[in-house]
Structure formats: C-alpha cells, structure tokens
C-alpha cells in the first residue's frame, strides 16, 4: 500500500499480499469491538466484496488498509490492485457488476481511481458516536 496522511484520531492497520483476508476480518471486528454487531457485519461484508472485487476481470489484489477515523466517526477502507496489462473486456463482468451494487448497497460513500497500472477504491461506512 502506498502511505497517505491519515486524519487526526485516526487508527489504521495495513495488510499486503494474497492471505490477508482471515487476519483483516479479525483486525477489522476489534477495531469495531464499540460498533452494534450489525454495522459490524456490514463493514466485514463490505471490505470481504472490496478484496474479492480487487482479485476480479484479471487483476491482482495489492494491499489493503482499514482506518478509524475519529470527526465525524466512520470506517475507512481502501483497497489497492494491480490492473491487468491488458483489460478483460470493456464492459464488467457480471460478478463485478453484483459487486458493485453491493458496494453502493453497504457503504456511506465510495469511489475508484485508476493511475497507471494501480486502481485504488476506497469506501467509508459511518459509524455511530461512541
């Protein structure tokens, strides 16, 4: 993962390579131990779609970063992949499509860049006030 400044309050966990999923699940339900379990849920739902989308259509999962940050309270997750050399195809996948909807379904806000041969999607879930 690329570094970035994070936010004041803000507390993160970095996870690169393919077998990070099982320990971001548990990194990400302890950061969230003060959260309902059903926000909890939707965060761990949301962040399993975001690293399975980044494995989609011929790319490679990159690394992954969950943040917490404090005003207003939310949940940060970015995602980095490598993009294919050459594209799939011009239209996404049906998978990738599903996933789409489910991102826009769970997540407060969301959007993808692309630079060169690197995407990077963030998407943020608001939290309740502690």
């Known amino acids: 993962m690329t570094e970035e400044p ?3 309050g803000a ?7 393919p077998d990070t999923a099982a320990a ?3 990194t990400l339900r302890a950061m969230l ?15 399993d779609e975001l690293v399975t989308d980044a494995g989609r259509d011929g790319a490679t999962f990159r690394g992954l970063r969950l943040s917490l940050v404090q005003t207003p309270p939310r949940l ?10 050459t594209p799939a195809a011009t239209e996404l996948s ?7 909807f489910l991102i826009e379904d769970l997540a ?7 630079l060169g041969d690197i995407s990077v ?3 943020e879930l608001v939290l309740p006030a502690r």
Do not use: C, K, Y
């Open 6 to 8: 994070q936010p004041p």
């Open 121 to 123: 999607t963030r998407a």
């Open 24 to 26: 971001a699940r548990v």
């Open 33 to 47: 131990a003060h959260v309902p379990e059903a926000i909890v849920g939707d965060a761990v739902q949301l962040m």
């Open 94 to 100: 049906p998978e990738r499509v599903a996933g789409r």
């Open 108 to 114: 407060s806000t969301w959007w993808s860049h692309t």
């Open 11 to 17: 507390a993160t966990a970095v996870f690169n390579g």
């Open 76 to 85: 940060r997750i970015d995602v980095e992949r490598d993009e294919p050399e």
